[in-house]
């Protein structure tokens, strides 16, 4: 038997729900792509960082087909974006171009912490959708963004300088940027 959906929390239609989750995913999926633009304009610089440049333009290019999607749902559902769109290009950008002039390993501990931060973000929205293509989009997408983390995980990102540190600092701040796209 198939369980029945989670209904809204109370006062919250269907509606404003579906809203809120396509515009911060939207939201989230623009910071990543930015995220990856800055590691790649830094690590392309270094000879060395090869197999990183090409892994995280693998990366990339995952994220820029779901920011497409998302900017299409975004525009079939009639749902603003974020206004909080311009600060998380620059705050994306600076995030991946910061981390990676710390290195390869530290770019790596960037993204693992942002797509830890995603994927559980993911799983709750899919305990609340119905089944349906939305649930089975995200599906996808979090199988992705869970690859992406373990690829970081596997080029080394455990072992970045202040590894500890830089993952609660990226991880409280994915937090807190979902909490903001939801509302702003």
């Excluded at 600060?87 to 960037?110: H, I, N, P, Q, S």
């Excluded at 797509?115 to 997408?141: C, N, S």
């Amino acid at each position: 038997m198939a369980r029945k959906p989670r209904p809204a929390a109370p006062g919250i239609s269907a509606q404003s729900e579906l809203d809120t989750i396509l515009r911060v995913d939207h939201a989230g999926e623009f910071g990543a792509v930015r995220i990856y633009k800055g590691q790649l304009d830094v690590l392309k610089r270094n000879p060395r960082a090869r197999e990183a440049v090409a892994a995280v333009r693998e990366m990339a290019r995952t994220e820029d087909e779901h920011l497409a999607k998302f900017q299409g749902l975004l525009s079939e559902h009639r749902v603003r974006p974020t206004a909080l769109e311009p600060f998380w290009r620059v705050a994306g950008y600076a995030l991946g171009a910061g981390t990676a002039l710390m290195g390869e390993k530290a770019a790596m501990a960037c993204t693992a912490a942002v797509e830890r931060v995603i994927d559980a973000h993911y799983a709750g929205q899919m305990a609340r959708l119905p089944a349906g293509d939305l649930k089975d989009t995200i599906r996808k997408f979090r199988d992705e963004e869970i690859a992406h983390r373990d690829e970081a995980l596997a080029r080394g990102a455990e072992k970045a300088p202040f590894y500890r540190l830089l993952d609660a600092a990226i991880a409280a701040g994915c937090r807190a940027a979902i909490a903001l796209s939801e509302r702003i």
